[in-house]
């Protein structure tokens, strides 16, 4: 049987006073959704890792007892820090019908331009994991970053800098604290931190 093609189900997030974009892959099925916003499985790291490096909480966005994410709470701070939240797949196959990127097959990428467009003083992109990684670097032109590193490239006569960022889903072997690590020398990038 054919897999069903799934138009990527919610909106760029894009604070206009967004300088970082940071970029998934797609979104797991919408049974394994804890929040209606990105990286919505609850077993997903993301946000424990934003509350690590700002707050010194992993649970700092966490809802423990109604197990999901607090969405206001993120979509405030994201906003006042000049975080953009998408993900690289506008629309996809689900190969095996579960939420693996290894499965998972791209019919239709993000419209980079266009977001990118909205957010005049973005410099900084940022994928989570591998398939967002490639998936990107199939409409830009620029070098694999290595895990935790970054290239710089330009697009559309814009210098930008792309971060290659472990995924933040437990399927990634490495323990939080560690990936909270890799993933502060994001926020200490003069691209981010100059505004």
């Keep these: 049987m054919d897999s069903p093609i799934e138009t990527h189900p919610l909106t760029p997030f894009l604070p206009p006073n967004a300088r970082m974009l940071l970029l998934g892959s797609f979104p797991p099925p919408r049974k394994r ?27 700092y966005f966490v809802d423990t007892d109604k197990k999901r994410f607090r969405k206001e709470t993120l979509e405030s701070f994201l906003q006042e820090k000049g975080i953009a939240v998408s993900d690289t797949v506008a629309v996809a196959k689900r190969l095996n019908g579960n939420a693996s990127d290894l499965t998972l097959e791209v019919v239709e990428p993000c419209d980079l331009g266009g977001m990118l467009d909205r957010m005049p003083h973005c410099r900084l992109l940022v994928t989570t994991g591998q398939k967002a990684t490639d998936t990107l670097l199939s409409i830009i032109e620029a070098e694999m970053p290595p895990i ?25 072997p490495k323990p939080l604290p560690q990936k909270a690590e890799i993933y502060r020398t994001l926020f200490q990038d003069p691209f981010f931190r100059e505004y």
């Excluded at 959704?33 to 649970?59: A, C, H, Q, V």
């Excluded at 935790?148 to 990634?172: C, E, I, K, N, Q």
Aim: net charge positive; glycine share 6%; aromatic share 24%.
């Design 148 to 172: 935790g590193g970054h290239v710089d490239f330009v697009y559309r006569d814009r210098p930008l800098r792309l971060y290659r960022m472990p995924s933040s889903s437990r399927a990634y």
């Design 33 to 59: 959704w804890s929040t209606e916003f990105f990286y919505p499985n609850y077993t997903n790291d993301m946000w424990r890792i934003f509350g690590l490096i700002f707050f010194n909480d992993k649970d």
